[in-house]
């Protein structure tokens, strides 16, 4: 079946560090993928997605590029702030499937000043 | 505008009793979505609504859970006979038409449900 696997966290960086945090799947066909990004206390929001093979998803500084070869979904951020603490969920959503998603357990991410 | 509002935020029962979950998804959006996420889990899928029927309830866990959404806006999920293993924070999310090719899912804030 399909499936989302994530790098465990929690993943503790230095402000101004790089960030990668790693997403591969499993899927039949050719999903949609997406990053949602979990900020202490608030609900779930979308953070970038890319729809198909070599793509690149970005925003806020996060990028993220569809590998199909790979099947991965790899998050990055050049310089981290303190304010980018939160928890990461990749997920993707497969052909035909009416767009429910399938998430990773999730990453988390605490940036020290 | 509004966003994906979910009543009540907060929710403690007993094993045994009957809730029910209520999802008023963003205007205009045809589908709607329920997942349940446990500590320290990533969302699981539960059911998808396009407009009024459940096109997909296949993440439902058993027959105790039941959803509905009779006019094809507000979701109720009902749970009957609770049990501890059901406490989770149940997420609603709705999307424009929910069968596009990366379609955007907003989600709501969520329902915290606590079975003693």
């Known amino acids: 079946g399909n499936s989302v696997t994530q790098m465990e966290g929690p993943v503790t960086l230095s402000e101004e560090a790089f960030l990668t945090i790693n997403c591969t799947y499993t899927a039949t066909g050719y999903p949609s993928l997406f990053w949602y990004v979990q900020y202490p206390g608030e609900g779930l929001q979308l953070l970038l997605k890319a729809t198909k093979a070599d793509d690149k998803g970005s925003n806020k500084g996060f990028e993220a590029t569809y590998r199909k070869e790979t099947t991965s979904f790899h998050l990055e951020k050049g310089s981290v702030q303190v304010s980018d603490s939160a928890v990461y969920f990749c997920?993707?959503?497969?052909?035909?499937?009416?767009?429910?998603?399938?998430f990773g357990q999730g990453t988390e991410l605490s940036v020290k000043p | 505008g509004a966003g994906v509002s979910q009543t009540p935020s907060n929710k403690v029962t007993e094993k045994g009793k009957y809730v029910e979950l209520r999802c008023d998804p963003i205007?205009?959006?045809?589908?709607l979505y329920w997942y349940r996420q446990s500590l320290g889990q990533g969302p699981e899928f539960l059911i998808y609504f396009q407009g009024t029927g459940a096109a997909d309830d296949s993440g439902l866990p058993n027959d105790r859970f039941f959803a509905v959404r009779p006019e094809g806006s507000v979701s109720t999920l009902k749970i009957q006979r609770t049990e501890r293993g059901d406490s989770a924070v149940y997420l609603c999310?709705?999307?424009?038409?929910?069968?596009?090719?990366?379609?955007?899912?907003?989600f709501g804030p969520g329902t915290r449900l606590t079975v003693l």
């Open positions: 205007s205009g959006h045809t589908a």
């Open positions: 999310a709705s999307s424009l038409v929910g069968q596009g090719v990366g379609d955007t899912q907003y």
């Open positions: 997920a993707l959503s497969a052909d035909n499937q009416g767009g429910k998603l399938i």
